[in-house]
């Protein structure tokens, strides 16, 4: 994969993420995780994306509640993985003082791996749970990413919004719009120079 993003450094601008994200409007617990990222431009303003992240951490925000009759509890988060293919077109770019500033509208699909905790759900040998705990959700994205940097290091700053539908306890299914937050730490290579 390496020589890949070397080789195409040659010819595109090549950005490579690292940072943190959490769930911004998830009523139970945020997850809270790591997001790796590739991003390819072949030209200044058009870009095409992949990323993968996990969510070890969760964050409790409410103790209890319930959803279509079923009891929902903070150890039933079900959000453990995430991948992404996206497009990014960028509509704004910029000196800002002695940095180089930038704004991307991205749009794309991805994937949302969950396992529901069928213990929390009470329902720890029942089939019906066992039958859905662990599912891949086709998931379509849109957002925004603000990027400011100097030469080849960069920080950019992430709102994603998310929507899948996902089945709990093998029967109800809900409609999720999940809004990821992120901070990246970019490293940039090949392109156009990246400050003014």
């Known amino acids: 994969m390496w020589l890949i993003i070397i080789a195409s450094a040659q010819a595109f601008e090549v950005d490579v993420g690292l940072g943190s994200e959490l769930v911004a409007n998830e009523p139970f617990v945020n997850p809270i995780g790591m997001r790796g990222s590739v991003t390819l431009r072949p030209l200044p303003w058009l ?27 903070p150890d039933a988060a079900p959000i453990v ?52 705990q662990r599912q891949l959700h086709p998931a379509s994205i849109i957002g925004l990413n603000a990027m400011i940097g100097q030469g080849q290091w960069g920080v950019r700053l992430r709102g994603e919004r998310w929507a899948y539908t996902e089945t709990v306890a ?11 937050l992120g ?14």
């Open 47 to 73: 870009g095409a994306g992949l990323s993968l992240a996990g969510y070890p951490l969760r964050v409790q925000t409410t103790r209890y509640d319930v959803i279509a009759g079923f009891s929902i509890v």
């Open 81 to 132: 993985g995430t991948g992404s293919f996206v497009g990014a077109v960028r509509f704004a770019r910029g000196p800002i003082g002695t940095f180089d500033g930038a704004i991307d509208l991205v749009v794309g699909v991805g994937g949302v791996y969950s396992v529901d905790d069928c213990v929390a759900l009470q329902m720890v040998d029942d089939p019906v749970c066992l039958g859905t």
């Open 170 to 180: 093998g029967t109800v299914e809900r409609s999720k719009d999940p809004v990821w």
């Open 183 to 196: 901070v990246d730490l970019v490293v940039r290579f090949g392109g156009a120079p990246a400050s003014p």
